[in-house]
């Protein structure tokens, strides 16, 4: 049984930061890769940072150079480090890990960027 939990959540200012995490429960976390989406209101669910086992990282446009993804152990999951917020970073934030059975999902996080 693979679990999800994402933490770190907040409302911040534009321009600020945030650290969300990401605990997984289950074997070989390290193998699969992870994954954090986000859904802002009214908007479809969109891919916005993976990492994979041999560490090669993907991104979203809209967050190159300013949000990054690590792996977290020992404590088996996922780091997103997210700098310079944008208004538009708003949403709820998803962990995801991807098995042979299929894709599991955290209960996500809220990330509220506001003045």
């Known amino acids: 049984q693979v679990q999800l939990v994402e933490s770190g959540g907040d409302l911040v200012e534009p321009g600020g930061s945030l650290k969300l995490s990401c605990q997984i429960s289950?074997?070989?976390?390290?193998?699969?890769?992870i994954s954090w989406y986000r859904q802002a209101p009214m908007k479809e669910r969109e891919l916005v940072a993976a990492i994979y086992p041999v560490g090669r990282t993907e991104y979203a446009d809209s967050v190159k150079g300013r949000f990054t993804i690590s792996r977290e152990t020992p404590k088996r999951g996922a780091i997103l480090q997210m700098n310079n917020l944008k208004v538009e970073d708003t949403g709820v934030y998803y962990c995801?890990?991807?098995?042979?059975?299929?894709?599991?999902w955290g209960q996500g996080t809220q990330v509220t960027v506001s003045s």
């Open positions: 995801n890990t991807r098995r042979s059975s299929g894709d599991f």
């Open positions: 289950g074997s070989f976390v390290s193998s699969y890769p």
